[in-house]
């Protein structure tokens, strides 16, 4: 009991601090905004979980796998608008870029924090599991707190140092991570044909140890990824990069040709 | 626009490739937080559906990392996973929300027929 809550943090509360860190950092952001989207994250959540029971009996039976694996969709797709934000600097356009992070953070409150809730609501009709349920959730918001902490630290060193635009790759690798994390979503329910292996680094770095799920958050680390998950990541993380720079290099051309 | 349609057609069957096969289904239930059974022996390389009846009046978290499944079954429900294709070994699984009593393994190996010729 206890080692399965602290894996559940690590599994789904450290991707909601981490991409709050992040969006804290690039955007700047006040602890109005930060309250205020937690709020929303945490209401949203709520009305998912009461509304479970009905999703999980659409698309066959397949709802629930759909609705996570869309809203992870949208976080990245919400990603490629920060971008689109970033190079577009004007006022009205940063107060669209909070609303844009909010909804990030809204959705991956739903995704991740509604294991939460389905896991303390399974365990609360088991006798005996309260003290094991307090340790595992105290160890599992002390690590995810910890390293909150260390990735603001750093996160804020890089955009000193590097720019927004190295916050925003660092979001998009995140998003690009948790997009490929819930490709197994669709395999398991039979929508795409996924599986062949590409290659196993289990010996190396194993998703079921403290540096594989922190790498899984951070980068989309998958000791065991399918062809499907590597391809889609390489395109998923370069595709936009390619894109964002060609742009970027035609608004100095075209800038530097004005007379 | 010729290479983005072929592009476009690659991805589309590389992913969206229907299984028009009919997939070998095993059943398992769940009850008083013990799967029956507790082993599944399936075939290797192949693609098989598991179809899990919870047959407890709380909900239970089928969750594998071998196997990277993670599905909640509501009480009194079944529900679909799709596993596969495995090289042959022991993958476990078990109830997130039991996982001292739901427990239990998959087993994959060769079906008779599809042993290597080691000659």
């Avoid at chain 1, 920060?82 to 356009?93: K, Q």
């Avoid at chain 1, 955009?159 to 660092?170: F, M, N, S, V």
């Avoid at chain 2, 509501?74 to 529900?79: S, V």
Wanted: overall charge negative; hydrophobic content about 50%; glycine content about 6%.
């Amino acid at each position: 009991m206890l080692i399965n809550t602290v894996i559940l943090f690590l599994r789904d509360a450290l991707p909601i601090f981490v991409l709050l860190v992040y969006l804290y950092v690039h955007l700047a952001a006040t602890k109005f905004w930060l309250l205020t989207c937690l709020a929303a994250g945490a209401l949203l959540s709520l009305t998912y979980i009461n509304q479970i029971h009905i999703l999980d009996q659409w698309f066959d039976g397949n709802g629930i796998e759909l609705s996570l694996w869309l809203s992870q969709l949208f976080v990245y797709l919400l990603t490629l608008f920060l971008a689109y934000g970033l190079s577009c600097n004007t006022a009205s356009n940063k107060n669209n870029m909070y609303w844009v992070a909010g909804l990030m953070v809204s959705l991956t409150l739903v995704s991740k924090g509604s294991n939460f809730f389905l896991y303390f609501d399974g365990y609360l009709t088991q006798n005996n599991v309260l003290q094991s349920i307090l340790v595992g959730t105290f160890l599992g918001l002390g690590i995810c707190l910890s390293l909150g902490l260390l990735l603001y630290l750093a996160a804020h060193w890089v955009k000193q140092q590097l720019g927004p635009w190295a916050t925003w790759l660092l979001i998009h690798i995140y998003a690009t991570g948790q997009l490929v994390n819930a490709l197994p979503l669709l395999v398991q329910v039979d929508l795409i044909d996924a599986s062949a292996t590409a290659w196993s680094s289990q010996q190396f770095v194993s998703d079921e140890f403290e540096f594989g799920h922190l790498f899984n958050v951070l980068l989309g680390y998958q000791a065991t990824p399918s062809i499907a998950q590597v391809i889609v990541y390489i395109f998923a993380l370069l595709i936009p990069l390619a894109t964002f720079y060609w742009l970027k290099l035609r608004t100095v051309s075209h800038s530097g040709n004005k007379p | 626009m010729n290479k983005v349609l072929g592009c476009a057609a690659l991805f589309l069957y590389l992913f969206c490739l229907p299984v028009l096969a009919a997939v070998t289904e095993y059943h398992v239930q769940l009850k008083d937080h013990l799967f029956f059974p507790s082993l599944i022996s399936i075939p290797a390389n192949q693609k098989v559906k598991l179809i899990i009846d919870n047959q407890d009046n709380t909900p239970e978290e089928f969750d594998s990392f071998s196997l990277n499944r993670e599905k909640v079954i509501f009480g009194n429900r079944k529900a679909t996973i799709f596993i596969g294709p495995l090289k042959p070994g022991e993958y476990d699984f078990f109830g997130e929300y039991n996982p001292n009593t739901a427990r239990g393994t998959v087993l994959v190996e060769y079906q008779k027929q599809e042993e290597p010729d080691v000659n």
